[in-house]
């Protein structure tokens, strides 16, 4: 039996729904993947119009195999929030895959993560 691979998405308020509903369609279908959604409080998120209930608070996951961050309008806001940050830090710790869908990468860099690192960024045109 294999072991459990869990993906933890970082949301925050202004988060854009297709950065993370669209790479939950994909790290869903992995081998024994479990996808969480998460933010600072938990509770609620709106994004796109839609409301993801039930969303989980970062500070109560305690590990994670996958850390995604997703880009959307409130980058700004979160790039200051250093509740966010600190969880983010502290997730890709334990994480073996830290990974952003576009304006969640300049969150990463907010939270050091890619100092000294190699950082690719995909374009679709």
């Known amino acids: 039996m294999s ?6 998405f970082a949301l ?8 993370f509903t669209g790479a939950d369609e994909v790290f869903s279908r992995l081998p024994d993947a479990r996808c969480l959604l998460a933010s600072v409080g938990g509770g ?11 969303v989980r608070r970062l500070g109560d996951i305690g590990h994670c195999s996958l850390l995604c961050v997703p ?4 980058t ?3 790039l200051t929030d ?8 502290r997730l890709s710790r ?4 830290v990974t ?12 050091g993560l890619l100092t000294s690192r190699r950082a690719w960024s995909v374009t679709a045109m």
């Open 3 to 8: 072991a459990e691979f869990s993906v933890v």
């Open 12 to 19: 925050y308020p202004g988060v854009t729904q297709l950065d």
């Open 44 to 54: 609620r998120i709106t994004a796109g119009g839609m409301v993801f209930e039930e």
């Open 71 to 74: 880009g959307g309008r409130g």
């Open 76 to 78: 700004i806001a979160a």
């Open 82 to 89: 250093a509740h966010y940050l600190d969880e983010v830090r």
């Open 94 to 97: 334990t994480a073996r895959y």
């Open 100 to 111: 952003s869908v576009c304006t969640g990468s300049l969150r990463l860099a907010a939270a």
